[in-house]
């Protein structure tokens, strides 16, 4: 009873670090696509989704086999010197030109470690009797101290660059992401040594703790430097986030019905339908991304128009001129351009908004309260 229930929890788990990881990746990387801590934050989760991924289909994978399969190598090593990468490049510019020997390091270690654990025995040298949800299922070759105390060393490496980073920030909201990647860095730090230990000395603990650690650090990792991307560009993420991630745990519990359903019905393993979730939630967490890009590839000369009439709007005002007609035309240009039915541009005045410019115009003049008009979310446009 006691090891069905560790099955049970060990699978979800692993399950949901698989889908937080694959998901905050392509958040990550679609709201912020031309930023370098962008794409080694969506490395690092994407690199642990594969983690988490090898834990299911090995938990779920036929009994007595002896030796771990090829895909193993696609294991936690690859996280290590991406996320190391990440705390490097967050460092300034100087602090980091030191250390960029050290990546380069980490990266060729990594491409090592992930060989000999593919084709050879000296990492893993394969699996015992005892059920897969334990670390004693799985027997440490010779090289497996040097292994452990890479995942245990590369991480603890992040950790001092971030302490670092977080000493020298003067902005408190700043300061409140690092602070987050510094859990999420120790948590992971924590799933290695507990992790790493286990298996060398052959004990019976559960992968459980060690997964759930890992998970939560995944979850703070990618929430953190999602924030961290929207102060450092001016924006919000409060609305979108949860917005995205109601969506796609829309989508998850619709294809987990069905897995189910095919389940009881058709006898289909669930772990078949895997690789279909996740093919889900990348083509929808890449719709509105695309979506954006194929606007501006469609509508071009309406984008061009807006932005051609904005500037010369900036250069023929003048502090002469009465601001509300001039504001007017620039919202009866948007507006013509956009093909917008109706619109509105208010001032801030006292608690309130005074609406100087609007299309139709019969609104002009009325005032609006300002929670009304009260904004969660940011959008910068570049003219």
Not at 99 to 116: G, S, W
Not at 284 to 289: N, R
Not at 365 to 377: F, K, M, P, Q, S
């Amino acid at each position: 009873m006691l090891d069905e229930l560790l099955f049970a929890s060990t699978s979800a788990i692993n399950f949901v670090g698989l889908i937080v990881s694959l998901w905050l990746g392509c958040y990550i990387v679609t709201r912020s696509p031309r930023s370098r801590v962008s794409w080694l934050a969506s490395a690092t989760l994407w690199s642990l989704c594969g983690y988490f991924l090898n834990n299911l289909t090995y938990i779920h994978g036929p009994p007595g086999e002896d030796a771990l399969p090829w895909w193993w190598g696609w294991s936690v090593a690859l996280a290590a010197p991406f996320w190391f990468h990440l705390s490097v490049s967050l460092l300034p510019d100087k602090l980091a030109e030191r250390q960029r020997l050290l990546v380069i390091l980490a990266y060729l270690l990594t491409l090592n470690f992930v060989a000999m654990e593919a084709y050879t025995p000296w990492v893993f040298a394969g699996t015992t009797a005892k059920p897969p949800v334990y670390h004693s299922a799985q027997r440490p070759g010779p090289l497996f101290p040097l292994f452990g105390l890479f995942l245990i060393t590369v991480p603890a490496l992040s950790l001092y660059n971030l302490r670092l980073i977080w000493r020298q920030a003067k902005s408190p909201p700043i300061q409140r992401q690092l602070t987050t990647l510094l859990w999420a860095t120790s948590l992971a730090i924590f799933s290695g040594i507990y992790t790493s230990i286990s298996i060398w000395l052959g004990l019976d603990t559960p992968a459980l703790i060690g997964n759930l650690s890992l998970g939560v650090g995944v979850a703070l990792l990618g929430y953190g430097v999602a924030r961290y991307n929207a102060l450092i560009e001016g924006r919000a993420i409060g609305l979108d986030f949860v917005y995205t991630s109601l969506a796609i745990g829309l989508v998850i519990g619709a294809y987990l019905l069905a897995a189910l359903v095919s389940d009881l019905i058709f006898d289909v393993p669930s772990i078949a339908f895997i690789f279909i979730i996740m093919l889900a939630i990348v083509s929808h967490s890449l719709y509105d991304w695309a979506r954006s890009y194929l606007d501006r590839l469609f509508y071009r000369q309406q984008y061009c128009e807006v932005r051609a009439n904005l500037r010369n709007f900036a250069r023929e005002a003048v502090p002469g001129h009465d601001l509300p007609d001039q504001l007017q035309i620039v919202l009866q240009t948007l507006s013509r351009s956009l093909g917008a039915v109706q619109g509105f541009i208010a001032l801030r005045e006292a608690e309130g908004f005074a609406i100087v410019a609007a299309h139709p115009t019969n609104l002009r003049g009325e005032r609006v309260a300002g929670g009304v008009l009260t904004a969660d979310e940011l959008s910068l446009i570049h003219i």
